[in-house]
């Protein structure tokens, strides 16, 4: 499966912006998806993720920072899962990447070995 993430740029703190991520290909299989970030020198981190079944409402999964925050949500008719992002903080800076596996086992859905399938990444820029 192919992931195109989209939707970033460049906000004032406070504001919003929302991420989409759009698969194609295998697209009949089921995927659990999350969103990850990375700020420069640092490592790759979890943000976001939504199981299969979720994307029905359930199963979703936040990073502390960004709780009541973010949300993540899922368009099963349109492959598509989205991540509307409120009260952004400059401490959000970071390029957001999609990323999916297909359904089975445990979800590690905040482990980046666990994803098999990344988008390109989006840059978030947020000023203060």
Not at 12 to 30: I, K, N, P, V, Y
Not at 35 to 54: D, M, N, T
Not at 72 to 80: C, E, F, L, Q, Y
């Amino acid at each position: 499966v192919q992931l195109q993430a989209s939707g970033g740029g460049l906000v004032q703190a406070g504001g919003s912006l929302r991420l989409s991520c759009a698969a194609s290909g295998r697209t009949s299989s089921r995927y659990n998806m999350g969103w990850f970030r990375q700020a420069p020198g640092k490592e790759r981190e979890f943000v976001a993720a939504i199981s299969w079944s979720g994307r029905s409402g359930g199963d979703m999964y936040y990073t502390d920072s960004v709780k009541g925050r973010f949300a993540i949500s899922g368009d099963n008719a349109k492959n598509t899962v989205y991540l509307q992002m409120n009260s952004l903080k400059p401490e959000d800076t970071a390029v957001y990447y999609c990323a999916a596996v297909e359904v089975g086992g445990t979800y590690y859905y905040a482990s980046v070995v666990e994803y098999d399938y990344w988008g390109q990444g989006t840059q978030v820029t947020v000023s203060s």
